[in-house]
């Protein structure tokens, strides 16, 4: 007959079985090296990323303002930045005969011209 597995004799048989049972570990040189060699990597890495937060702020910073600017520069309102008046149709007293024209012109701010041609004998 088969003998029964207990959980007492799968241990035993585990244990038997581990080829690291006697091992001491590793050596206290071996020990030594390996952290001397794992901090030497490390600190490098440390001084890259010093300026990192300095860095990430000014890139914040940078495209904040840049996106102000081109908010603003597309939302600005479209109010006329100027107003000229043709010479040639300057108010005096040949501008009240009929059929007579005249002519308004706006700028935008983002420009675009508008012209607006007036005429006296406009009829309904």
Do not use: C, Y
């Given at each position: ?6 959980a ?41 990323w ?22 603003e ?26 059929g ?25």
């Amino acid at each position: 007959m088969k003998k029964e597995l207990s959980a007492h004799r799968i241990r035993e048989l585990l244990r038997a079985a581990d080829p690291l049972l006697d091992d001491d570990g590793p050596r206290e040189s071996d020990v030594a090296r390996l952290r001397r060699r794992v901090l030497a990597e490390v600190r490098p890495a440390a001084r890259r990323w010093r300026f990192a937060p300095a860095m990430a702020a000014a890139a914040l910073l940078v495209a904040s303002l840049a996106g102000f600017a081109i908010f603003e520069a597309r939302h600005r309102s479209a109010s006329p930045a100027a107003v000229t008046r043709n010479p040639s149709t300057a108010p005096n007293a040949a501008a009240e005969e009929p059929g007579r024209r005249q002519q308004v012109q706006f700028v935008t701010a983002n420009g675009t011209r508008v012209i607006w041609v007036l005429s006296s004998d406009l009829s309904l």
